[in-house]
């Protein structure tokens, strides 16, 4: 998967990552859309009191889940997420 990585105030790099695997718990969302919001200006500009870089932004985005289905004729199924 491709990420965008803030590497420190106002550098961003894109990078090649591995596709995480979820635990028990846990989903693998296909980002789709991703906003932008004030948080992602303020980290951008180095003006975030909370975040430590590197960071991955773009907390707020659209998707699909993957998971296991329980028919092994259909290998997995999707379902349509906002968060
Ligand atoms: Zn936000």
Redesign the pocket.
């Known amino acids: 998967m491709i990420r965008v990585v803030l590497e420190e105030p106002k550098k961003l790099s894109v990078e090649e990552a591995p596709i995480p695997t979820p635990g028990p718990s846990e989903v693998l969302i296909r980002v789709k859309v991703c906003g932008i919001?004030?948080?992602?200006v303020s980290a951008y500009l180095g003006k975030h009191p909370f975040v430590k870089y590197p960071v991955v932004q773009g907390?707020?985005f659209s998707g699909k889940e993957r998971r296991q289905s329980s028919r092994r004729t259909v290998s997995h199924m999707w379902q349509l997420l906002s968060l």
Not at 37 to 40: I, K, T
């Open positions: 919001c004030g948080s992602d907390h707020e």
